[in-house]
């Protein structure tokens, strides 16, 4: 190792979070005390998003350091692998202490917590872990090796990811440009081979017609395709993986009988239709209505109102909608349930599907700058009828859609940190070809110094994004209820550090950073919704995240 760069081990990691964490500690009860346990948040938001938000900066870096630490115990670590987790837990935890820093005063703290938790020889640790040396070392790591994903597997996982890496690098990644430019629908060939490949059934239960390969290998494929398009294939399992997850909890045994196998198999593709127009994050506020009617003999129910937002709905073979089924505005969350609502597939940008018995539902997908392919429409849905049978889980679910619709939700935040991190890993080895061939002033860019500490900055929250999101993945596995506030903060961090990691990657570019020519500027655009759809990240931080750390 040369010598200018520090000698840091996972040794080094764990007192850096230990510091990490008990300056978090005094400051978690403290906003307790003042939230009521989490019940008045909403009169301390910024506050309580400043805590919350370190939390789970604080979760991450101890995630970093455990699968580093599984990995080195079962001698799959390399030297670099543990130099890039001391740096991307000094990031996260200097991170957490200039986030929280600002709020001790109003906290009634002072100083005392942070001088407690970093003493001198603990900040020396820390600018060892956050050095310059140690940051370009890892970034001229990720310039040699194009920025390759090497993260340690079991065998079974990495031949998961050689499989589906080899299936994105020839199928998807030769699309993704000219889906974007052209805003074109997904080719039909993508999801049939996915569909054969049996990506859509990763997490439905064998005896469904699914593969039951839990929860990692599914975030291993959502990466994986994310990274060769986060629209053209990484988005494709997300929507199936809500509904599958929804019927797997609450459906009836015919329900899952008849529709998992068609999920897992691709033959259905489903969209997810909750957002309305004047309704976001406040799900309980959905006024799009189901009632109870009989038409051409038939009972079921016919639904009227507005969605929004509803991504894949032209594409898709049913949506996944959540409607009102007790009339009283005051029941909110109680009064929600969860339809299968069946549609033709329609290619395009608009559409309209006629029942025979007059029933109509309208869509037109809304101009966005990027995530394009996927097509996210505005529907309309005057008196369209829905057999009986579709009302997900039958009379026993019955205004408890909100809750099967939340659970789909967790999942679906769980795969987000998957698109993330693909789109994050696509980021960083765009840029890190780029650099190679680019050269300024008679030297390639890779050369300068600044470019290779930006290299390792990519590098190093690429690991964060990931790794917290591996663990909830394996989380899942073993509880999905209890995972789900993990799933959350997977999700709050991983799109956030996207952003970061693709402009970042933007800048090295220069100039060409802004032009189509190049992959990155997809990536950029791609990276800016993420924070948005799953529960956008204000409410996600403060209504999902924060309650769960400030009730613990």
């Not at 002072?110 to 600018?127: H, Y």
């Not at 009339?327 to 940008?349: C, E, Q, R, T, Y």
Request: proline share 4%.
């Amino acid at each position: 190792m040369a010598a200018d760069i520090p000698n840091v081990t996972l040794d080094d990691a764990r007192s850096l979070l230990a510091a990490g964490e008990a300056f978090l500690e005094p400051v978690l009860a403290r906003t307790k005390e003042i939230t009521e346990g989490g019940r008045t948040i909403d009169d301390h938001q910024v506050l309580v998003d400043r805590v919350a938000y370190a939390a789970t900066e604080a979760r991450a870096a101890r995630e970093v350091i455990a699968y580093t630490e599984r990995a080195e115990s079962e001698g799959r670590a390399k030297d670099i692998a543990v130099q890039t987790a001391v740096a991307s837990t000094a990031d996260l935890v200097t991170s957490l202490r200039n986030r929280v820093d600002p709020a001790l005063t109003e906290l009634g703290l002072g100083d005392a917590p942070l001088e407690a938790a970093f003493p001198a020889d603990v900040r020396e640790k820390l600018r060892a872990a956050s050095s310059e040396a140690l940051v370009r070392h890892i970034g001229r790591h990720a310039i040699e090796t194009r920025g390759r994903n090497e993260t340690p597997l079991d065998e079974m996982l990495e031949q998961v990811r050689d499989s589906v890496r080899e299936f994105a690098e020839n199928e998807v990644l030769p699309h993704a440009e000219h889906i974007h430019r052209n805003d074109q629908d997904i080719p039909e060939e993508f999801i049939t081979k996915m569909g054969e490949l049996g990506y859509f059934g990763l997490s439905i239960p064998e005896e469904y017609g699914g593969h039951e390969m839990g929860n990692l290998a599914m975030i291993l494929t959502t990466e994986e395709l994310s990274r060769a398009s986060l629209a053209g294939a990484g988005s494709l399992i997300t929507r199936p993986e809500i509904l599958g997850k929804a019927l797997v909890a609450g459906g009836t045994e015919e329900q899952k009988k008849f529709w998992l196998p068609k999920l897992a198999s691709g033959e259905v593709m489903s969209a997810v239709s909750v957002t309305e127009p004047d309704i976001g994050s406040d799900v309980a506020g959905v006024k799009c209505r189901a009632t109870r009617e009989t038409v051409n003999g038939e009972e079921g129910w016919v639904i009227n109102g507005p969605k929004a937002w509803c991504t894949f709905a032209g594409r898709a073979n049913v949506l996944s909608l959540l409607a009102r089924t007790d009339p009283d505005m005051a029941s909110g969350n109680k009064g929600l349930s969860l339809f299968i609502v069946p549609k033709d597939s329609f290619p395009g940008h608009e559409f309209e599907m006629v029942q025979p018995g007059g029933g109509r539902m309208v869509g037109k997908a809304d101009a966005t700058p990027g995530y394009r392919g996927m097509h996210s429409f505005t529907l309309n849905l005057e008196n369209y009828f829905v057999p009986a049978e579709n009302l997900v889980g039958g009379e026993e679910q019955l205004n408890r859609g909100f809750y099967l619709q939340m659970g789909g939700f967790a999942a679906g935040r769980l795969q987000t940190g998957g698109r993330a991190s693909g789109l994050a890993q696509a980021a960083l080895e765009e840029t890190a070809k780029y650099v190679i061939d680019r050269n300024q002033f008679g030297t390639p860019i890779s050369d300068f110094q600044l470019t290779q500490y930006t290299l390792g900055q990519m590098a190093i929250r690429t690991a964060a994004s990931r790794f917290i999101t591996y663990a909830a993945a394996e989380a899942f596995d073993e509880d999905e209820r209890a995972a789900g506030p993990l799933a959350a903060q997977a999700k709050l961090l991983s799109c956030d550090l996207a952003v970061n990691i693709t402009q970042q990657g933007q800048l090295m570019h220069g100039g060409w950073g802004y032009a189509e020519e190049y992959p990155i500027s997809r990536y950029v655009v791609d990276a800016t919704v993420l924070p948005i759809f799953e529960g956008v990240k204000p409410i996600l931080c403060l209504k999902v995240v924060a309650r769960s750390v400030l009730a613990s």
